[in-house]
């Protein structure tokens, strides 16, 4: 590939806006990934690349939320550490076992992320008694979906969301900023691993992170000023469009295979 000028300025517009909506809903990959696809690297660097920005933009809300006192990383220490250990073990799967499965179910776990916030009745302001211990939802949350995102990746945020509003009884504001941590843990751990193969294209996720951090500390502002009001919405939108593309392209795969 060739890195133009013209080429990094609009992957920094794309990471940007990237970030701004993975702050608060997750699923800015849609709109990264194929970027750095169309501009002409492997799929691997691409994946690669895409978790160098997302580190940035996901450590910038992270930030944000942390020095607004929303969330605790002594009180999440262990889930912090499940979710290190489960995208490092993803990360390394990954490259073992065929992840076509994965990409057959995933659609339909949006889709059902996507009617539980559409059907489900809105989250109150005050946080109630977790259906799991705090080392049981460190395991199974932080540990399975760490595993999932280092292995596969594409909803990680809306599912991390889920299963804070649902299983930790956490309103939408706070899952949102506990999904961002989460989310920043298993992209390091994940990112590792890229780097010790040689994979990112250092010149332009360094331009695209720069990007993405300034959208993700906008987006995470309109979390703490807009709340549910934004966030609600834009979950279910995110999960639905990652649906319909990952659907499309798998139809597309069947279609070339069936013309080949």
Same mark, same amino acid.
């Given at each position: 590939?060739?890195?133009?000028?013209?080429?990094?300025?609009?992957?920094?517009?794309? @990471?940007?806006? @990237?970030?701004?909506?993975?702050?608060?809903? /997750?699923?800015?990959?849609?709109?990264?990934?194929?970027?750095?696809? !169309?501009?002409?690297?492997?799929?691997?660097?691409?994946?690669? +690349?895409?978790?160098?920005?997302?580190?940035?933009?996901?450590?910038?809300?992270?930030?944000?939320?942390? +020095?607004?006192?929303?969330?605790s990383l002594k009180e999440m220490r262990l889930a912090i550490i499940c979710t290190f250990v489960g995208s490092a073990v993803g990360a390394e799967a990954v490259q073992h076992v065929d992840a076509g499965l994965?990409?057959s179910l995933i659609p339909l776990l949006l889709i059902a992320i996507s009617l539980y916030f559409l059907l489900a009745p809105a989250t109150k302001s005050e946080q109630k008694e977790s259906s799991l211990s705090?080392? !049981?939802?460190?395991?199974? *949350?932080?540990?399975?979906? =760490?595993?999932?995102? /280092?292995?596969?990746?594409?909803?990680?945020?809306?599912?991390?969301?889920?299963?804070?509003? !649902?299983?930790?009884?956490?309103?939408?504001?706070?899952?949102?900023?506990? +999904?961002? *941590?989460?989310?920043?843990?298993?992209?390091?751990?994940?990112?590792?691993?890229?780097?010790? !193969?040689?994979?990112?294209?250092?010149? *332009?996720?360094?331009?695209?992170?720069?990007?993405?951090?300034?959208?993700?500390?906008? =987006?995470?502002?309109?979390?703490? +000023?807009?709340?549910?009001?934004?966030?609600?919405?834009?979950?279910?939108?995110?999960?639905?469009?990652?649906?319909?593309?990952?659907?499309?392209?798998?139809?597309?795969?069947?279609?070339?295979?069936?013309?080949?």
């Open positions: 590939m060739e890195v133009t000028i013209e080429l990094l300025l609009a992957l920094f517009v794309v @990471a940007s806006a @990237a970030g701004f909506i993975d702050a608060m809903a /997750g699923g800015g990959g849609l709109l990264t990934l194929p970027a750095l696809l !169309a501009s002409g690297m492997s799929p691997t660097q691409a994946l690669a +690349t895409n978790k160098l920005q997302s580190s940035f933009g996901s450590f910038s809300a992270t930030w944000y939320f942390v +020095t607004k006192g929303i969330v994965l990409t705090e080392a !049981a939802f460190a395991f199974f *949350v932080g540990g399975g979906v =760490g595993f999932y995102d /280092g292995f596969f990746g594409p909803g990680t945020g809306s599912i991390f969301t889920v299963c804070f509003v !649902a299983i930790g009884h956490f309103s939408l504001i706070d899952a949102t900023a506990r +999904t961002k *941590v989460l989310n920043f843990t298993s992209n390091i751990s994940a990112l590792l691993f890229f780097i010790f !193969a040689g994979l990112p294209v250092w010149e *332009v996720g360094l331009v695209m992170a720069v990007g993405g951090f300034i959208g993700a500390r906008m =987006g995470a502002k309109v979390v703490v +000023t807009k709340g549910q009001r934004w966030i609600r919405p834009l979950v279910i939108t995110m999960s639905m469009a990652m649906a319909i593309k990952l659907l499309w392209d798998q139809n597309q795969a069947l279609i070339m295979s069936w013309l080949s």
